[in-house]
């Protein structure tokens, strides 16, 4: 099958913009018959949701810290396969990266050799745009920047003074899209939100599709992409878990990230997919059980009383199976968790840990791993941190040494018992 041509959607800063645009640049280009594949710059999990509601077709992330070359180059060549455009939507300011000065949307584009669409938010300036997108274009060699965005344009007036002002860069204006009420996608909190749970998403996207599809040239904005480079060997993925590896999937346990099941399943493994919040067990014959991370946080009482997936957790951790729980995973292995209204709940009680979350406190950040749990992983892996609530334990063998993107150390993560063990730790790659 033939792979897509590709390009970046990324702004100066974060809060311009490039998500709703990115959204109804899917929603638009579908809606015209292109096969559009989605994909995210970095370790969000929020945005593919909403991206692949837009396409119609599963997101994937590209992670250019945690990630190898040659991991990015494969899964950017499998997710264009049998696609028109890759669209990659980037994540805060083009050249914003991790604490170590890399990872950012810039090194993504100039790796995969993808030109980038620069979203500008326009609201407060007129032609003071010109050296903002002139100061973008000429920092960094390796990155093009082959087309600009307006966002949030205040008359018609104002778009002939952007675009005039523009004209002296050399590169062209895509479109200016007027600022509209109508697009703005929920805040997402704490702990964000999912499409499934935004009651008026799919009135949102069709407004999205609507104003930017009249707004922006997609026809040169197609022009502009270039192919998508191919024959790129795979990088191996991590290990699966088991060779019959049942996860946990629902509103509670939506933390996934795609590569590392399209991994497992080409070298082999069985999944299996059980609901916890539907009091669902893991299936019987699984050797290895994955509760990945969520929120359930929001769904504590529901958790507490679903003794069937409980009574599951306990049977497959008897039978000898690897039992393992990332961020809100690892919080439904311990012992209680105490919702933001304070109210404590009765988790699975296999780890003797409590995490809270009414004293949020936001942990954010990539992480260096060492692992000394039974995980059939590399013993160096990257991660990514990011919650709000917390765990108290008593005298637990961790299951990570970890450091941060600078290389500072951080304390242990997470907690081992036998084969049932979890972190806050999101597993991304090999280091």
Same mark, same amino acid.
């Given at each position: 099958?033939?792979?897509?041509?590709?390009?970046?959607?990324?702004?100066?800063?974060?809060?311009?913009?490039?998500?709703?645009?990115?959204?109804?640049?899917?929603?638009?280009?579908?809606?015209?018959?292109?096969?559009?594949?989605?994909?995210?710059?970095?370790?969000?999990?929020?945005?593919?949701?909403?991206?692949?509601?837009?396409?119609?077709?599963?997101?994937?992330?590209?992670?250019?810290?945690?990630?190898?070359?040659?991991?990015?180059?494969?899964?950017?060549?499998?997710?264009?396969?049998?696609?028109?455009?890759?669209? $990659?939507?980037?994540?805060?300011?083009?050249? !914003?990266? =991790? *604490?170590?000065?890399? +990872? @950012?949307?810039? #090194? /993504? %584009?100039? &790796?995969?050799?993808?030109?980038?669409?620069?979203?500008?938010?326009?609201?407060?300036?007129?032609?003071?745009?010109?050296?903002?997108?002139?100061?973008?274009?000429?920092?960094?060699?390796?990155?093009?920047?082959?087309?600009?965005?307006?966002?949030?344009?205040?008359?018609?007036?104002?778009?002939?003074?952007?675009?005039?002002?523009?004209?002296?860069?050399?590169?062209?204006?895509?479109?200016?899209?007027?600022?509209?009420?109508?697009?703005?996608?929920?805040?997402?909190?704490?702990?964000?939100?999912?499409?499934?749970? $935004?009651?008026?998403?799919?009135?949102?996207? !069709?407004? =999205? *599709?609507?104003?930017? +599809? @009249?707004?922006? #040239? /997609? %026809?040169? &904005?197609?022009?502009?992409?270039?192919?998508?480079?191919?024959?790129?060997?795979?990088?191996?993925?991590?290990?699966?878990?088991?060779?019959?590896?049942?996860?946990?999937?629902?509103?509670?346990?939506?933390?996934?990230?795609?590569?590392?099941?399209?991994?497992?399943?080409?070298?082999?493994?069985?999944?299996?997919?059980?609901?916890?919040?539907?009091?669902?067990?893991?299936?019987?014959?699984?050797?290895?059980?994955?509760?990945?991370?969520?929120?359930?946080?929001?769904?504590?009482?529901?958790?507490?009383?679903?003794?069937?997936?409980?009574?599951?957790?306990?049977?497959?951790?008897?039978?000898?199976?690897?039992?393992?729980?990332?961020?809100?995973?690892?919080?439904?292995?311990?012992?209680?968790?105490?919702?933001?209204?304070?109210?404590?709940?009765?988790?699975?009680?296999?780890?003797?840990?409590?995490?809270?979350?009414?004293?949020?406190?936001?942990?954010?950040?990539?992480?260096?791993?060492?692992?000394?749990?039974?995980?059939?992983?590399?013993?160096?892996?990257?991660?990514?941190?990011?919650?709000?609530?917390?765990?108290?334990?008593?005298?637990?063998?961790?299951?990570?040494?970890?450091?941060?993107?600078?290389?500072?150390?951080?304390?242990?993560?997470?907690?081992?018992?036998?084969?049932?063990?979890?972190?806050?730790?999101?597993?991304?790659?090999?280091?």
């Amino acid at each position: 099958m033939s792979l897509a041509r590709g390009l970046v959607i990324a702004a100066p800063r974060s809060g311009s913009g490039k998500t709703v645009i990115t959204l109804g640049l899917l929603a638009a280009l579908r809606r015209r018959g292109v096969v559009v594949a989605p994909a995210k710059t970095g370790p969000d999990y929020i945005d593919p949701a909403f991206l692949g509601r837009a396409a119609l077709r599963e997101a994937v992330n590209l992670d250019p810290w945690a990630m190898s070359p040659a991991r990015l180059k494969a899964l950017a060549a499998m997710q264009s396969t049998g696609a028109d455009l890759l669209l $990659v939507e980037g994540v805060m300011g083009l050249f !914003d990266g =991790a *604490a170590d000065n890399t +990872g @950012s949307t810039a #090194d /993504l %584009a100039e &790796l995969l050799e993808l030109p980038v669409v620069l979203v500008v938010d326009s609201e407060r300036q007129s032609q003071s745009v010109a050296p903002l997108v002139a100061g973008f274009a000429n920092w960094r060699p390796g990155v093009r920047i082959a087309g600009i965005i307006l966002n949030r344009v205040a008359s018609m007036k104002h778009e002939r003074m952007l675009v005039e002002a523009l004209a002296a860069t050399g590169i062209a204006c895509l479109g200016a899209i007027p600022r509209d009420a109508a697009l703005v996608v929920p805040e997402r909190h704490l702990g964000l939100v999912l499409p499934g749970e $935004v009651g008026a998403f799919d009135t949102f996207l !069709d407004a =999205a *599709a609507e104003t930017i +599809g @009249s707004y922006v #040239d /997609l %026809a040169r &904005l197609q022009a502009i992409a270039t192919p998508i480079a191919g024959g790129e060997t795979p990088a191996a993925p991590l290990a699966p878990l088991g060779q019959r590896i049942a996860i946990a999937r629902d509103d509670a346990f939506a933390f996934l990230y795609p590569h590392l099941l399209d991994g497992w399943r080409a070298m082999g493994a069985e999944l299996s997919f059980f609901s916890p919040l539907a009091d669902e067990a893991p299936q019987g014959e699984a050797d290895a059980v994955f509760l990945p991370g969520g929120y359930p946080e929001l769904h504590g009482a529901t958790l507490a009383n679903a003794g069937t997936f409980k009574a599951g957790l306990l049977a497959a951790r008897d039978r000898g199976a690897l039992l393992y729980g990332e961020c809100g995973g690892f919080m439904v292995l311990g012992e209680t968790l105490v919702d933001k209204a304070g109210q404590g709940h009765a988790m699975a009680g296999l780890l003797p840990i409590t995490t809270r979350i009414d004293r949020p406190k936001r942990i954010l950040g990539y992480r260096r791993l060492v692992q000394s749990g039974d995980l059939p992983w590399p013993g160096h892996l990257n991660g990514h941190e990011f919650h709000y609530s917390s765990a108290k334990q008593s005298r637990l063998t961790p299951l990570f040494a970890a450091t941060d993107a600078r290389g500072e150390t951080l304390p242990p993560m997470g907690a081992v018992i036998g084969r049932v063990m979890g972190s806050y730790a999101h597993v991304i790659d090999a280091a």
